[in-house]
């Protein structure tokens, strides 16, 4: 009873410190409602049977639990070293029995694969002995279809399907249906299964270190054999009468099927059944290690394949290479009634196949581990992390950005004919009314990843079952239909903990993030970072006598949604309700506009729905926070030149992440250390840039020693070099060194070119010089629209109203840039702007003229302070826009009724009423 122990004490024991926090505001939630953890516990055990796993038994009770069984489970599977321990690990989570430990007296490489292979097939013997064999073969004959889709036109087709390939003869017509199937499953061994397995792993591991001595010598024969495209080392016979074979150095073509096959390098192509044990039927033991190469697996025909047990046990180990696995149903780290690996070490890998495949396990384990590099995942469906009744799936993937896929072949008819079905990601299944479902658990420690399912996806599980995804690390976007992202549906539980990174999470129906529906569980734990939610329905939610619980813990989030049970819901059925809590306790955050939840705010809902947007915790702190004080490599250079040039370096990097105390100190230390002695080395060594952030650290190193640079600035207002002298005269505005106000205007009065005149014109704006106004003005009509722009600019930060004079014309000005600049110009000058403005309008008899006059006079009020914006200043403005207010010019109407909205704070008109559209156009 190991693994209940151990779950014993994760439930009832202080609960993981690493979400902390965030249990004492869901108590506190509860505590709002008149709640607490015990009311989370009520019964959810409404239909019993045999097939129960203790696991999903104990969350069901205990929903506080779930996240400390994820970070538990991710916990412990990071640990481990060996292939024989995940076995383990799933062994316990199923049966709680720890698998037995193996031993081997063979020391030379064939002996001990024979030795493996009969210690292997004995526990597969002692899981199926209490079967008869009609019954075995009734049970091979029916379980290839067991995952097959009702939507696939040869769903049928695939009972019986390997008996074919095997050219096995049985009478077609008797097959079981589940009842009769799940009966005769309760007299399978499944600990035995996984001894079985765990055999086969510790073996396979052993056979690997003789391999990679073996080939470390250089005095090889080869030679050629049938069902193997170039030269192989030796071929074998196995217990059974099948075949062995041990490859060459060179690119092979393994065409036939082989039971083992060991493989030392080259880029090899596997065409064959390889690494897929069929029980009963052909070799129930198979496996394939690959030493190294960028590889091939290539059958979409063959069942089993690529890691794969069925009644039987089969492991695939790929040590080194950019891979490419396309296999076809039950493949690629998959168990039915057995165990199958799929193990991949380092590479840039693509996996490809169609049902129950990538970490699948059903009345056995399915495992899928990548180690290393970028990998995609593409699968039709029950897949990536799935467990079916009696089964463990777990896909996992320590390191890289990685795209997870699972659906595009099988349309969830009739519920919604527009989407496929996944089952993927994460998924717990049980057969309804008759058989708890297994434990599906995806797990990926680090990279910016893509998860996209469609219906039944991502932390989601149906029937007493367990579905888990942990994201642990990274910018990930979530992506699904219908039922997904920490959902249990029907009696199970789903839980999605992401602990790191900016994400984005889609659904586009509920249920979903952290929604459980019909006596279930649904938990979604975000901990860090800026998110982004879409759910039409979601976000903690208890739907039907359910559990929901959303919570995000740090972060600037987004949240939007569609239906009212939203962001903390939960409703009245059966005679009672449920329980839904929506938890976000740090960060600007941001709700739809029709959205319950609002930043700062604790709502209710529902029978017992409580929401929370609270400034509870601290925001993280970046790594790159951390002060940096100095610059090792100074300590290294003599010259005080080189060293300002480091610093000079470091203090105009880009601003951002890892780069924001780089910049920052290498500017500090030029001001506090070098003092005016950095202002002459930049003006002697710098000045000649295009580089906008060399001149922002420019500018903040000058300003600390405003006449210090202002000696220098005005040598280079007489430079030979275009570039310095516009720095120049740009610096003198960024310091407002309102000194130079004579120098610039006397510079613009000697008409220069285009390049000077704009930086000065912008200079003398940024100075407020109101003599430079009139010389300004000469400008406003320039063939160049970015001059006009620098007119209006330099206009806006002088505000005289002697800018007026130019201002006003440049509202019709062909350039929609200096047209809005303009406006801005007038709003600056307040009152003074306003009164021009009317006057202008009373004037103007073109609706466009009226149209942009009014939306000047709406900007200009919205700037003015709150006492000039008098009731008489309101009942003039509110005359002029009654005017208008019924006018056929919908661009005018809509200015008019804006003026009235500023004024007296109704709202907008609706499109039917702005362009006089027949009301029913618009219905």
Same mark, same amino acid.
């Given at each position: ?172 017509? #008797? ?567 004579? #120098? ?25 010089? #109101? ?98 914006? #008098? ?53």
């Amino acid at each position: 009873m190991l693994t209940f122990i151990i779950f014993s004490f994760l439930i009832w024991q202080k609960p993981d410190t690493l979400w902390q926090v965030e249990q004492k505001y869901i108590y506190e939630g509860l505590n709002l409602l008149n709640l607490s953890k015990i009311d989370l516990e009520y019964d959810k055990h409404w239909i019993q049977d045999s097939f129960r796993i203790k696991v999903v038994t104990e969350l069901m009770n205990h929903p506080m639990s779930v996240p400390d069984y994820i970070l538990y489970s991710g916990r412990k599977i990071k640990g481990l070293s060996h292939l024989s321990e995940y076995v383990d690990f799933c062994s316990n989570e199923i049966t709680n029995k720890p698998v037995i430990s193996a031993k081997f007296r063979s020391k030379e490489l064939i002996p001990l694969i024979n030795e493996v292979f009969n210690l292997t097939k004995s526990h597969l013997d002692k899981a199926f002995i209490k079967l008869n064999p009609a019954e075995l073969d009734s049970l091979l004959y029916t379980a290839p279809s067991l995952w097959a889709d009702e939507a696939d036109s040869l769903e049928r087709g695939y009972v019986g399907a390997l008996h074919k390939e095997f050219r096995v003869e049985r009478d077609t017509g #008797t097959t079981l249906e589940t009842l009769e199937l799940l009966n005769l499953t309760k007299k399978i061994d499944i600990y035995e299964l996984h001894n079985a397995g765990s055999t086969l792993a510790q073996g396979v591991e052993k056979i690997k270190e003789i391999v990679e001595k073996l080939f470390s010598e250089d005095n090889f024969t080869f030679k050629e054999i049938s069902g193997v495209k170039g030269s192989v080392y030796e071929v074998f016979e196995l217990p059974g009468g099948f075949k062995g074979v041990i490859g060459g150095p060179d690119d092979n073509g393994y065409i036939e099927d082989f039971a083992v096959i060991i493989e030392p390098g080259g880029n090899d192509t596997y065409s064959g059944r390889c690494a897929g044990a069929v029980g009963g039927l052909s070799s129930p033991v198979s496996f394939v290690i690959d030493l190294s190469g960028d590889d091939v697996y290539r059958n979409d025909k063959k069942l089993v394949n690529h890691g794969a047990g069925f009644f039987g046990a089969g492991i695939l180990w790929d040590l080194s290479g950019n891979d490419t696995y396309t296999g076809f149903h039950i493949s690629q780290g998959a168990g039915i009634y057995g165990i199958g690996m799929l193990i991949d070490e380092k590479g840039f890998d693509n996996y490809r196949g169609g049902y129950f495949v990538q970490g699948a396990g059903n009345f056995g384990t399915g495992i899928l581990l990548d180690y290393q590099q970028d990998d995609v995942y593409h699968a039709y469906s029950w897949a990536q992390g799935m467990g079916g009744v009696w089964g463990y799936g777990l896909l996992y993937n320590k390191d890289g950005d990685d795209i997870y896929y699972a659906g595009g072949q099988y349309l969830h008819m009739p519920l919604d004919p527009d989407q496929f079905r996944s089952f993927a990601q994460g998924f717990g299944f049980g057969f309804r009314d008759v058989a708890s479902g297994g434990i599906g658990f995806l797990l990926d420690c680090t990279g910016n990843d893509k998860y996209i399912s469609e219906v039944y996806g991502q932390a989601t599980s149906y029937w007493f079952a367990l579905g888990m995804l942990l994201d642990e690390q990274g910018n990930d976007l979530y992506s699904a239909a219908q039922y997904s992202q920490g959902a249990g549906i029907h009696l199970s539980v789903g839980g999605l903990l992401d602990l790191e990174g900016d994400d984005h999470y889609f659904s586009r129906f509920g249920p979903a993030q952290g929604e459980g529906h019909d006596v279930a569980v649904g938990f979604l734990l975000d901990k860090d970072g800026d998110d982004v939610y879409y759910a039409s329905g979601g976000q903690g939610i208890g739907l039907t006598n359910s559990v929901g619980i959303f919570i995000d813990t740090r972060g600037n989030d987004d949240y939007c949604s569609r239906e009212g049970m939203s962001q903390a819901g939960a409703n009245w059925t059966r005679g009672t309700g449920g329980i839904g809590l929506f938890i976000d306790l740090q960060g600007e955050d941001r709700y739809a506009e029709k959205d319950k939840g609002k930043n700062n705010h604790i709502w209710t809902s529902g029978t017992y729905a409580l929401g929370m947007d609270l400034e509870a915790v601290e925001p993280k702190k970046e790594p790159w926070e951390d002060t940096i004080t100095t610059f090792s490599e100074l300590d290294t250079m003599q010259s005080d030149s080189a060293k300002m040039a480091r610093l000079f370096y470091y203090g105009s990097l880009w601003e951002v992440r890892a780069d924001i105390p780089k910049a920052r100190t290498g500017r500090r230390i030029l001001i506090n250390e070098f003092k005016e002695k950095a202002v002459e080395y930049i003006f002697k060594n710098e000045m000649r840039t295009f580089d906008g952030l060399k001149l922002r650290a420019i500018e903040e190193i000058f300003k600390a020693f405003k006449d210090t640079s202002a000696y220098y600035l005005y040598q280079g207002l007489h430079s030979e070099n275009d570039t310095i002298v516009r720095n120049c005269i740009y610096l003198f505005g960024q310091l407002e060194y309102t000194k130079a106000r004579d #120098t610039l205007r006397f510079m613009l009065g000697q008409r220069p070119d285009d390049k000077i005149t704009g930086v000065l014109i912008y200079a003398l704006g940024k100075l407020k010089d #109101t003599l430079a106004v009139p010389i300004i003005f000469t400008y406003y009509n320039h063939k160049k629209e970015r001059m006009r722009l620098r007119v209006a600019e330099a206009l806006q930060n002088i505000k005289d109203t002697l800018g007026l004079q130019v201002l006003i014309p440049l509202l019709f000005d062909s350039s929609y840039l200096v047209k809005i600049a303009s406006m801005e110009g007038i709003a600056n000058l307040g009152m003074k702007g306003l009164e021009r403005v009317e006057s202008e309008l009373a004037k103007t008899q073109k609706n466009e003229g009226r149209t942009i006059f009014i939306k000047t006079i709406c900007q200009t009020y919205n700037k003015l302070e709150s006492e000039n914006k #008098t009731p008489e200043l309101k009942k003039r403005l509110a005359n002029i826009a009654q005017r208008y207010i019924n006018s056929d010019y919908p661009a005018l109407k809509k200015e008019a009724q804006r003026l009235i909205d500023l004024i007296e704070g109704r709202g907008m008109l609706k499109p039917d009423e702005i362009f006089l559209l027949p009301k029913d156009i618009m219905d």
